[in-house]
């Protein structure tokens, strides 16, 4: 396919291997962001062939996974109501929350349904005027305007029985509680190549400069994360800390006004609670004034709900990009993608399954690490 | 969640007041909503999340960057001889080596 297949040449990745070999001299360590890069990376093995010493650490960015648990608890509490279909993304069914999954409430009779795109629930919910349909959607600021549509069709078209449950992220209230970390590693970050195609690239100019960290928007496929990382390492040994936009070809630095414009339509910003990371200030979305009749959690008196975390689970390392998956002592035996205790093990973009995936039977055994594993989470965890 | 997939805008439609454009993947077509992207044309091709059209793919910057690749690729290819024909040389993970070891983090600072 065109836009794909020429991203994923072999000799031009290995050209572009080839230069970050010519260029980098020390140990660089490295962010992707989105858990879609990490995918990528893990998948084709890039983080194992890049010259000795340079490491690529695994960002927060999986929505699935930074999803809280008392969140997953109520999308079951509402799939649990008679009356009542729950509709949500495939990856959202397995997660577990602290007793059941929806999966799980599907089995036992619950009207729980997946779709590949939000509007099908505004369609489910004109065919079943008689039922509650309620749009569980998560997401980055990429999947927001998308999810944002559904409130906005409700409401235009009058539709009284679907409402959302929402929890939406934003990425860079994230980033920057990654780097001003005092754990902090990472000396370079690549950025989400989506996420910047609605939002435009102002906000990590802002944190390039802000934290003197090289940044470059990259793309999902071999060779755009290769071209990243070879800019990255040119940024890091020159000395300088620029935002770069690697993945031209979709992110204008306006990003997508109209998009953004629905979002905050139909958004506002608020604080907003990070799994593993805990409570992020100013970092996710909630309905706005204009569009809260839609809120399922008001709606059906859910904002009570509150749960621990699971103990085992090292999510929280991970996702900061403090422990490597294969640290964790539940990884592959307690904790695997059929049987997950965390999230990351749960969604494909989690680093957890990426490596159950594609590196469970290598011996690799996670030595990068630098912070020994059961210290304490970091900041606002 | 965030992947978003490119496909070539076949025709658009109006259903209902919702903007509909016919995209085609590799051998697939799908309806996809342009409401986020309403300024897409037919042939262009948009770039395709959660069933909504969110941009589109610049022909322009892509040649531009993939040319720029390729040259700085042949470039370096010529310094380091690298094999041009037959199976692709197995590179292997670099040894960590002694010099990046005292730097690692953790260790001495950089």
């Known amino acids: ?381 | 969640m965030c992947l978003s997939v490119p496909g070539k805008l076949l025709e658009r439609t109006d259903v209902g007041g919702v903007l509909v454009g016919k995209v085609q993947f590799g051998g697939i077509v799908r309806e996809v909503c342009l409401d986020l992207l309403p300024e897409a044309k037919a042939g262009e091709y948009v770039l395709v999340h959660v069933g909504y059209a969110i941009s589109l793919v610049d022909e322009e910057e892509a040649r531009k960057s993939y040319e720029y690749m390729e040259l700085a690729g042949m470039l370096e290819g010529e310094l380091t001889a690298f094999p041009e024909d037959g199976p692709a040389p197995v590179i292997e993970a670099s040894p960590p080596s002694d010099d990046f070891a005292s730097h690692r983090p953790g260790g001495e600072p950089l």
Request: aromatic share 6%; proline share 6%.
């Open chain 1, 1 to 381: 396919m065109k836009y794909l297949d020429e991203y994923r040449d072999e000799k031009l990745f290995r050209s572009q291997l080839a230069r970050l070999k010519q260029i980098a001299t020390r140990p660089w360590v490295l962010m992707e962001v989105c858990g879609g890069q990490t995918h990528t990376l893990v998948r084709y093995g890039i983080d194992e062939l890049l010259p000795a010493g340079m490491e690529m650490v695994h960002g927060p960015g999986c929505p699935v996974c930074v999803t809280p648990v008392e969140i997953i608890d109520k999308a079951i509490a509402l799939a649990r109501r008679p009356n009542t279909i729950l509709v949500s993304y495939g990856d959202m069914l397995r997660v577990p929350g602290s007793e059941s999954d929806l999966l799980q409430v599907k089995a036992l009779g619950g009207d729980v349904r997946m779709v590949y795109s939000p509007t099908e629930s505004v369609r489910i919910a004109l065919e079943n005027p008689t039922h509650e349909v309620v749009f569980f959607g998560v997401g980055f600021e990429t999947t927001a305007p998308a999810n944002a549509m559904v409130a906005w069709q409700a409401r235009r078209q009058g539709i009284k029985n679907l409402s959302l449950l929402s929890s939406h992220v934003l990425v860079p209230p994230a980033v920057e509680m990654l780097l001003s970390s005092p754990h902090n590693r990472v000396q370079g970050l690549i950025a989400p190549g989506h996420v910047c195609t609605i939002m435009g690239t102002g906000a990590y100019e802002e944190l390039a400069a802000k934290y003197k960290v090289p940044i470059v928007i990259g793309g999902f496929e071999p060779v755009d994360l290769m071209e990243a990382i070879v800019m990255l390492a040119a940024q890091l040994e020159e000395g300088r800390n620029e935002m770069e936009n690697q993945y031209r070809r979709s992110v204008r630095e306006d990003g997508n006004r109209r998009a953004r414009e629905l979002l905050f339509e139909v958004y506002e910003v608020c604080d907003r609670k990070w799994r593993g990371l805990g409570e992020v200030a100013a970092s996710g979305l909630r309905l706005s004034a204009a569009y809260r009749e839609f809120d399922a959690e008001l709606r059906f008196g859910l904002e009570d709900i509150s749960v621990a975390e699971p103990k085992e689970c090292i999510s929280a390392m991970i996702l900061q990009g403090l422990a490597k998956p294969k640290q964790c002592s539940a990884f592959g035996t307690r904790c695997t993608p059929e049987s997950p205790l965390g999230a990351p093990m749960v969604s494909s973009e989690g680093a957890c399954a990426a490596y159950y995936l594609y590196r469970r039977h290598s011996g690799e055994s996670g030595e990068d690490v630098c912070v020994p594993v059961g210290t304490p989470n970091g900041e606002g965890a």
